[in-house]
């Protein structure tokens, strides 16, 4: 078995559900894993997606948002 450490490649896209520049309390989150695109609807404010940055893995957050491939 390898020691060297697994690198997981994903792309990250937010933005918010808002058309106008109110703040939106829904995020609209794209990202690559595993080769297939998730797409997921978050009702938080990018204040708080922010601090789930900081504070965990963001694609294991989305994963447990049962964010279905596109």
Do not use: W
Not at 7 to 34: D, G, M, Q
Not at 40 to 66: G, H, N, W, Y
């Amino acid at each position: 078995m390898s020691d060297e450490p697994t690198i997981l490649e994903y792309a990250l896209v937010v933005t918010t559900a808002s058309s106008c520049n109110r703040p939106s309390s829904e995020l609209r989150v794209k990202f690559i894993l595993e080769g297939n695109v998730h797409c997921a609807s978050v009702p938080m404010t990018v204040a708080d997606f922010a601090k789930i940055v900081e504070e965990e893995d963001v694609v294991s957050f989305l994963k447990r948002q049962e964010v279905p491939p596109e």
